[in-house]
């Protein structure tokens, strides 16, 4: 089988001699799509992204990713970058260029007594969780293990302990950065400092992160799970939720979840009825936890409860079966101001007509210690909102992607009037006036300006954009 051709982005076909010469030099593997793992190799999680890129590039260090921007830089080539290819958007992957990956890239060291993780850029969620868990100690990261680390800070990174330690990227301390210029940069309070400022909450936009130094937080153990409810009292359930919420301790980050059916972490006896579940996290002192938890444990009668203390690892873990790879995935997320009657009204609404028994709806709850980082101390913006909701829609089959894709937009645009922004994480491929929602006002014109000066040509585009001035 012949191999795809390197397309330039004017549309001309790169010389081979010129590929040989990169391949002599590269370290890692190329995967080119006439070997036989090309299919398995150029596929994401999300089953809507279908690209075909010429040349896949696993790098087993930073200086492939150097060899691999220089490369694509001198030959005008499309590029996407890949950690753990999680993402919605399917930004990870690209026709006819380069995907530089680092998934193969996982080194990481722990210093007990500094409290900080060296990681590089292809370790996923779980993957950094073992390292960390080994000390007794944990970096604040997302809901599902099998993430890739690199992309989930670099958009911000809300997870379980969103609420007492912050964002992924508010435990960012430093970080190695390869630019355009092919140059290898230190971004943190101390060197290149307007960079560590971007690449906290402006994704990959500047550059591609291979290593990051964090704080890490002492963590062992949590009181974790969720109780489940029928959806028949979702109403009373989001409404004493709510009321909970306002007065919740800093040690707990909870979110309201609804399920149309089946969940694989369920007893057969409740699969196939629509619930409502609430999932906590405290991490507090575990004597407290069942007095702190009890009110959220009788918001009506729970057809299951499966809160217990667990270790933290298992916690990061739990969301994992119901996030498969290769199903049909569209997103629609957004900033909740608050949670009044009508705007619970809409979500319940629609939920009684969601078309596919995969599809979720998260409403999660913030503020506490992201709330009090400043709003432009960090690319991240929002810091003051109540909680992010995300509408997950799933479904196996493509038949059903107009239905579902319609549906999603539709419960979107009606929760206009009680949402603000948008999360860069949980955001897919919906235009530049949506990249702008990420962001307040001042913190993306700096975004801008920033981007004028690391990427004037845009040569890292496959993002969610902040597109440089002309």
Known sequence: MNNKPVISRSGNAIDEAAIRRFEMNFRGRLVKSGDADYNSARRVWNGMIDKHPAI????????????????????????????????????????NGIVIDLSRMKKVVIDAQSKTATAQAGLTLGELDNATQAYGMAVPVGIVSKTGMAGLALGGGIGWLVRKHGLTCDSLLSAEVV???????????????????????????????????????PLKQVMGGMVIYPADNAFEVFRLYRDYIAAAPDDLTTMLALLPAPAPF?????????????????????????????????????????????????????????????????????????????????????????PSPLTQIHIQHLQGAMGRVREDETAFSHRNALCVLNIVSKWIDPAGNEKNIQWTRDLSRALEPYAAGAYVNFMGDEGQDIVRAAYSPGNYNRLVQLKNKYDPTNFFSLNQNIKPET
């Not at 790098?59 to 999680?86: E, T, Y």
């Not at 971004?187 to 936009?205: K, M, Q, T, V, Y």
């Open 266 to 354: 369920l007893s057969k006896r409740i699969m196939n009825v629509p619930l409502v579940a609430v999932h906590v996290c405290y991490s507090g002192p575990l004597d407290k936890g069942e007095q702190i938890l009890k009110p959220l444990r009788h918001l009506g009668e729970p057809v299951q409860d499966m809160i217990s203390i667990i270790p933290f690892q298992e916690m990061q873990s739990m969301l994992d079966a119901g996030a498969p790879p290769g199903l049909m995935n569209y997103w629609k997320s957004s900033y909740l101001k608050d949670l009044q009657d009508d705007c619970i009204n809409e979500v319940l609404l629609y939920f009684s007509a969601v």
């Open 56 to 95: 896949i590039a696993y790098c087993s260090d930073k200086d492939d990713v150097i060899n691999s921007v220089n490369f694509a830089r001198s030959h005008d080539i499309l590029v996407s970058v890949r950690s753990g290819g999680h993402n919605i958007a399917g930004n990870a992957v690209c026709d």
């Open 179 to 217: 630019t355009v210029d092919g140059q290898l940069r230190t971004a943190s309070a101390g060197e290149n400092p307007d960079l560590f400022w971007g690449i906290r909450g402006g994704g990959g936009n500047f550059g591609i992160v291979t290593e990051f130094t964090f704080r890490l937080h």
